[in-house]
T-cell receptor, first 113, second 117 residues
Framework: DGGITQSPKYLFRKEGQNVTLSCEQN?????MYWYRQDPGQGLRLIYY???????QKGDIAEGYSVSREKKESFPLTVTSAQKNPTAFYLC????????????FGPGTRLTVL | AQTVTQSQPEMSVQEAETVTLSCTYD???????LFWYKQPPSRQMILVIR??????QNATENRFSVNFQKAAKSFSLKISDSQLGDTAMYFC??????????????FGAGTQVVVTP
């Protein structure tokens, strides 16, 4: 089955630690996105990538980093510089062009202890 | 920059009834896309319906339909014959048309819909 997987589903981190969230897709999509979801604020774009080895900052990129070494994978690292990292993180992918309908993964809930 | 506003934090509707969710947006673009996404308690985001701004005809997907008013920058979602499975958070989203959009979505804050028996 084609789709997007995110792992782990739940993640706990101590303050000061970096942590990497996984996102993999087998939809053959060129574009991939990371969103952060907080209560009452909808989804906010962290980073996006339209092609391998290229990515751009979204609206709230500070304290996050990404890589795009493979078409299928777009991991997100939450660094210790992110002051309030506890949130629900969603990964999405889409084709390029057209209406770019985005397909979403199941999400990762990150909690900083 | 575009902004998307959903003014109803929560709405309740009985089974088989109709509910309408409001969404307004602010943009200077002429060509764009609008979307409604559904997020049930599982938190999986699911596309409900899509509207191209250049199309005057309102989009319909089974029990879901939109009322797109381009001049008023309004994009409401109507859920007819509501079912318990429609209970979810609903997000309105905006996307510019064209290669410089990078496919980026701008989301509203969401409306929680609760369907009661």
């Amino acid at each position: 089955d084609g789709g997007i997987t995110q792992s782990p589903k739940y993640l706990f981190r101590k303050e000061g630690q970096n942590v990497t969230l996984s996102c993999e897709q087998n939809l053959n999509h060129d574009a991939m996105y990371w969103y952060r979801q907080d209560p009452g604020q909808g989804l906010r774009l962290i980073y996006y990538s339209q092609i391998v080895n290229d990515f751009q900052k979204g609206d709230i990129a500070e304290g996050y980093s990404v890589s795009r070494e493979k078409k299928e994978s777009f991991p997100l690292t939450v660094t210790s510089a992110q002051k309030n990292p506890t949130a629900f993180y969603l990964c999405a992918s889409s084709t390029r062009g057209g209406s770019n309908e985005q397909f979403f993964g199941p999400g990762t809930r990150l909690t900083v202890l | 920059a575009q902004t998307v506003t959903q003014s109803q934090p929560e709405m309740s509707v009985q089974e088989a009834e109709t509910v309408t969710l409001s969404c307004t947006y602010d943009t200077s673009e002429n060509n764009y896309y609008l979307f409604w996404y559904k997020q049930p308690p599982s938190r999986q985001m699911i596309l409900v319906i899509r509207q191209e701004a250049y199309k005057q005809q309102n989009a319909t997907e089974n029990r879901f339909s939109v009322n797109f008013q381009k001049a008023a920058k309004s994009f409401s979602l109507k859920i007819s014959d509501s079912q318990l499975g429609d209970t979810a958070m609903y997000f309105c989203a905006f996307m510019k048309h064209g290669p410089d959009s990078w496919g980026k979505l701008q989301f509203g804050a969401g409306t929680q819909v609760v369907v009661t028996p």
